[in-house]
């Protein structure tokens, strides 16, 4: 019998996979880059055949690496960042690049929504907010600007049903998928509402068919098996979001489970089962029993990105050089933040370089730098964007708070920025919690794995995730760093509030 599982996940920057067994063991993993595409202010798109490109690459690597052979495959899922627009042709062919999390474009759309529906009856139906982030906004938008294009569209799709698609020729829409497309999807229902759709203009066959993210889409079929390296007739999973399959990997399968994801955007996510939703924060239908549970997300727009805009921007040079060194400039960094005082003397970020989702909602808004002087090192600067960055999470942590949603501690912590100790650490300080991390963990690759181990029969349920969780480091708040934090984060508050009007203005001075 087939033992072995693959989990892929395609993130914003790059696509990680891995090959394991039904007991959790890795036996080979594999991350390649692609590129992330910024025609415009505000407009951010992946080329959808660079998501096929490093799947394949992914597979031929792990496949190579594990030495694991093909026919012992037992099953494959796929998740992505989301909420992107990939439109498809019946043949299953991408029609052109897709707007993805990020882009803000569509927000003349918004309006035209809301001559319709009021933020109020958006809400109540999709459980979260109208903004260009969502897919539905991302079609309409289509619609309007590539009218011909539009047409020509069979099926929207976000990149993890894109790969399945790919993988067995079935066009479908897993349930966590679907709550970002939003506004015509009903979240408790969890069914497309074709009277808001007629009404709003957009086709509702242009949405795929609606599944659990463990219901098997289809199977490998012999085109994308020779073309993988795989072999025919293997099952994947329906698929899901990204943060909902590290949430999994990371163990979070119950009621008041929550885990932190500082992977290019930040996202603190606490499982419930009652349909009860947080106004500011997103809400997506969970992996882990996608029939009955659901997730609050708070979803800000960076975390780990903001240093690797700084990595990208300022030393791209020094950063090669290291990289050829066998070094890593971000232990460079943080070895620098680490050295700089709990509010890094003074200076603060707002770290709003693509706008911001949750709480705040602004597709205008951009990053500050305030409170900056001569004293301020490349080390100041450092710490301010890791503290920035958790500054907007625990925005949405008190939001949380403050409508009863229950965390259980510790949150376990995974993916990128959470690799340093010192932005661990910060973390902890500033939301007062405290974080349990995992440094082997694989993340949503590993949610992936369980997804589909359940998909297949291999394990009974979801919990199984809970059995391969192994903490390597506890992280305390500290009391003394959580107080001058406070202190700099009601600061980091009124901030936004003073400069909230100049981002309209700018933007309309920019054009964009």
């Known amino acids: 019998m087939a033992k072995f599982l693959i989990g892929c996940d395609i993130g914003t920057s790059g696509a990680k996979a891995i090959l394991a067994d039904a007991e959790g063991k890795v036996y080979a993993d594999y991350y390649v880059e692609y590129p992330l595409y910024s025609p415009k202010a505000g407009w951010f798109e992946h080329d959808p055949e660079d998501y096929w490109r490093v799947f394949k690459k992914n597979m031929a690597e792990i496949l190579k690496k594990s030495e694991i052979d093909p026919h012992e495959i037992a099953g494959i899922s796929v998740s992505a960042c989301s909420p992107c627009c990939v439109l498809v042709d019946r043949e299953g062919n991408a029609l052109k690049r897709s707007p993805i999390w990020m ?78 497309i939003g506004i015509v999807f009903d979240i408790v229902k969890r069914e497309w509402r074709g009277d808001m759709a007629e009404k709003l203009g957009i086709d509702l066959d242009k949405f795929a068919r609606l599944t659990p993210c463990h219901e098997i889409a289809g199977e490998v079929t012999k085109k994308a098996a020779e073309e993988c390296g795989l072999c025919p007739g293997i099952p994947v999973a329906a698929g899901t979001v990204d943060c909902n399959a590290a949430w999994l990997g990371n163990g979070s399968t119950r009621p008041g489970d929550a885990s932190l994801v500082m992977g290019t955007a930040g996202a603190l996510g606490v499982v419930h089962s009652e349909p009860k939703f947080t106004r500011g924060l997103t809400t997506i239908i969970h992996t882990a029993d996608s029939e009955h549970l659901y997730t609050t997300l708070a979803g800000t727009s960076t975390c780990g990105g903001l240093l690797r805009y700084l990595r990208d921007t300022f030393t791209r040079e020094e950063s090669e050089r290291m990289k050829a060194e066998g070094r890593d400039i971000y232990d460079l960094f943080s070895e620098e933040a680490g050295k700089i005082r709990a509010g890094s003397d003074g200076l603060i970020v707002l770290p709003y370089l693509s706008g911001e989702r949750t709480p705040i909602w602004n597709p205008k808004a951009r ?26 999470i625990y925005h949405c942590l008190k939001i949380m708070k403050e409508n009863d949603l229950v965390l259980k501690e510790p949150i376990l912590v995974s993916e990128g920025g959470s690799k340093s100790p010192l932005w661990r650490q910060i973390a902890s300080d500033i939301m007062n919690v405290e974080l349990d991390y995992m440094k082997n963990a694989k993340g949503a690759p590993m949610g992936n794995v369980i997804n589909a181990g359940v998909a297949v029969g291999l394990f009974p349920d979801f919990d199984v995730a809970k059995n391969f969780i192994k903490v390597d480091q506890t992280h305390h708040p500290d009391a003394a760093q959580h107080e001058i934090y406070e202190k700099y984060f009601a600061v980091y508050r009124e901030l936004y509030g003073d400069v909230k009007r100049h981002y309209e203005t700018i933007s309309r001075i920019r054009n964009d």
């Open 103 to 180: 882009d803000r474009r569509a927000q003349e759309e918004c309006e035209q929504i809301r001559n319709i529906y009021d933020d109020e009856e958006i809400f109540q139906v999709s459980a979260n907010p109208l903004d260009p982030h969502s897919g539905a906004v991302k079609l309409l938008w289509e619609k309007n600007h590539n009218p011909e294009l539009y047409r020509k569209t069979y099926k929207m799709l976000n990149p993890a049903n894109y790969i399945a698609m790919k993988l067995t020729g079935e066009f479908v829409t897993d349930y966590s998928n679907a709550s970002l």
């Open 367 to 392: 990053g500050l730098v305030f409170g900056l002087s001569f004293s301020h090192t490349r080390g100041h600067w450092v710490r301010a964007m890791m503290e920035g960055g958790i500054y907007a």
